[in-house]
């Protein structure tokens, strides 16, 4: 199994936040050609789920549970975000990216970025609280994606039509486990 090391993510800089907001929208049209180099990997992810604080992160949680697992499909494999490692952990060597994908236009992007929460880790909530308390914190995630690609070049789109149960086994995920959205990240042809 090959992880990858990340540079340190570039915590500084970028457009002012409402010229981000002004270019902030949904791209379907990726360039096959154009890889992410792993700087700018290292940035997106830090800004999707990263440490911003000793212990808390770029995205709020419900009671800061921090439930998610924000898994990365390349090319080269399936990798888990280890933020505090700043290190994608590989899970498998399989190219997964059209395994999560009902539209097309996926193959053409390198990344996808696969938001997972372990509902394990929400205590207190009746079933339909810990439904909301996931979605809403993926929802964030996503948010966080889209402003970073808006601010640096990149496409983006969220994506809830997704094959997740097929998805879930091919990443061996455990039963407690949900996938809630993939977010598909590369450049466009534009
Ligand atoms: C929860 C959610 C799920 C979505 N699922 C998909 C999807 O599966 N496939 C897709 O192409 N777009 C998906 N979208 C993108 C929306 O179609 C898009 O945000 C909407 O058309 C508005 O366009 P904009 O993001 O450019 O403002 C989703 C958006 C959200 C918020």
Same mark, same amino acid.
């Given at each position: 199994?090959?992880?990858?090391?990340?540079?340190?993510?570039?915590?500084?800089?970028?457009?002012?936040?409402?010229?981000?907001?002004?270019?902030?929208?949904?791209?379907?049209?990726?360039?096959?050609?154009?890889?992410?180099?792993?700087?700018?990997?290292?940035?997106?992810?830090?800004?999707?789920?990263?440490?911003?604080?000793?212990?808390?992160?770029?995205?709020?949680?419900?009671?800061?549970?921090?439930?998610? =697992?924000?898994?990365?499909?390349?090319?080269?494999?399936?990798?888990?975000?280890?933020?505090?490692?700043?290190?994608?952990?590989?899970?498998?060597? =399989?190219?997964?990216?059209?395994?999560?994908?009902?539209?097309?236009?996926?193959?053409?992007?390198?990344?996808?970025?696969?938001?997972?929460?372990?509902?394990?880790?929400?205590?207190?909530?009746?079933?339909?609280?810990?439904?909301? @308390?996931?979605?809403?914190? @993926?929802? $964030?995630?996503? #948010?966080?994606?889209?402003?970073?690609?808006?601010? $640096?070049?990149?496409?983006?789109?969220?994506?809830?039509?997704?094959?997740?149960? #097929?998805? @879930?086994?091919?990443?061996?995920?455990?039963?407690?486990?949900?996938?809630?959205?993939?977010?598909?990240?590369?450049?466009?042809? =534009?």
């Amino acid at each position: 199994m090959n992880n990858i090391v990340l540079p340190a993510p570039v915590r500084t800089g970028g457009m002012p936040i409402m010229d981000a907001f002004s270019k902030r929208a949904t791209q379907r049209n990726y360039d096959p050609t154009k890889e992410i180099d792993l700087q700018t990997l290292s940035n997106l992810l830090w800004s999707a789920w990263g440490f911003n604080r000793a212990d808390r992160r770029t995205a709020p949680t419900s009671h800061n549970r921090q439930e998610v =697992d924000l898994y990365v499909s390349l090319r080269s494999g399936t990798y888990l975000y280890d933020a505090a490692a700043n290190t994608l952990v590989m899970i498998n060597g =399989d190219d997964l990216r059209m395994a999560s994908a009902m539209q097309d236009y996926v193959a053409d992007a390198p990344v996808n970025l696969i938001i997972v929460s372990d509902t394990t880790k929400i205590i207190g909530k009746t079933p339909q609280g810990v439904t909301e @308390a996931i979605y809403a914190n @993926a929802g $964030f995630i996503s #948010e966080n994606i889209y402003m970073f690609c808006a601010a $640096f070049g990149l496409g983006s789109v969220t994506r809830a039509l997704v094959p997740k149960e #097929e998805l @879930a086994k091919k990443m061996n995920l455990r039963s407690s486990q949900v996938i809630t959205l993939v977010h598909t990240v590369g450049y466009t042809l =534009d």
